[in-house]
């Protein structure tokens, strides 16, 4: 079965600080991987994917996210975080046929990012 | 714009109730699927459907059913509701090839 780890349950950074959200996955096959974002009282929000191909995937809100397969991680960038960043971060590995979730996602269980001024 | 929709924001239920939970989306999409979202818990897989009348079980289906009448719609079913159902609820759905798309959410208390 996959398994999704997300090491830090909250992270603290200044406004226009860069930003490294740590995701580890554990699947035996070529996973398919997502990130997701929830603001305050909001559903999940897709900020990239990764099926195949280049392992450096842009994503929404300037945020990209590199997939290495020796270290089994995805871990979320973004080089500068703005206020409207705070939210909660959602990694997540899909399996099933198609690998994009047909199954259902298996999520980590989320890191809190909080801004400071 | 791609659309799913829950019936309800909020809900408060008394334990022992049967609560019906709905979901429509309108992407003509053949999967659907209900989470539960916990603080520190993630999201977690309750049911899922890949076709009309089909419905497979997730990780934690305990206490819980689900219907799918029709492609467009998929109920989450707590046959009594208890506490411990206290929880965010969240739909999505899926069709190959892409991402999956959330509802808003329905945030549940059972007292």
């Known amino acids: 079965a996959q398994s999704v780890t997300q090491p830090d349950i909250h992270i603290t950074v200044s406004e226009g600080a860069s930003l490294e959200l740590r995701c580890n996955y554990s699947?035996?096959?070529?996973?398919?991987l997502f990130w997701y974002v929830q603001s305050p009282g909001q559903g999940l929000q897709l900020l990239l994917k990764y099926f195949s191909g280049d392992t450096l995937v842009q994503g929404i809100k300037g945020f990209e996210a590199e997939f290495k397969r020796s270290q089994s991680s995805f871990n979320l960038r973004k080089p500068s975080v703005h206020w409207s960043d705070a939210a909660e971060y959602f990694c997540?590995?899909?399996?099933?046929?198609?690998?994009?979730?047909?199954?259902?996602?298996?999520f980590g269980k989320g890191t809190h990012l909080i801004i400071q001024p | 714009d791609v659309k799913v929709t829950q019936s309800s924001r909020y809900l408060v239920k008394r334990t022992g109730e049967k609560v019906f939970l709905e979901c429509v989306q309108d992407m003509d999409h053949e999967n659907m699927f209900w989470y539960r979202q916990d603080p520190g818990l993630g999201l977690r897989l309750i049911y899922f459907s890949y076709d009309v009348k089909m419905k497979e079980k997730g990780d934690i289906p305990e206490g819980y059913s689900v219907s799918r009448e029709k492609k467009e719609r998929f109920s989450l079913i707590l046959e009594s509701a208890s506490t411990n159902q206290t929880s965010m609820y969240l739909c999505a759905s899926w069709t190959s090839g892409d991402e999956q798309f959330f509802g808003p959410g329905t945030r549940l208390t059972v007292l």
């Open positions: 997540a590995v899909g399996a099933g046929y198609s690998g994009g979730g047909a199954d259902g996602l298996t």
């Open positions: 699947y035996g096959a070529t996973p398919y």
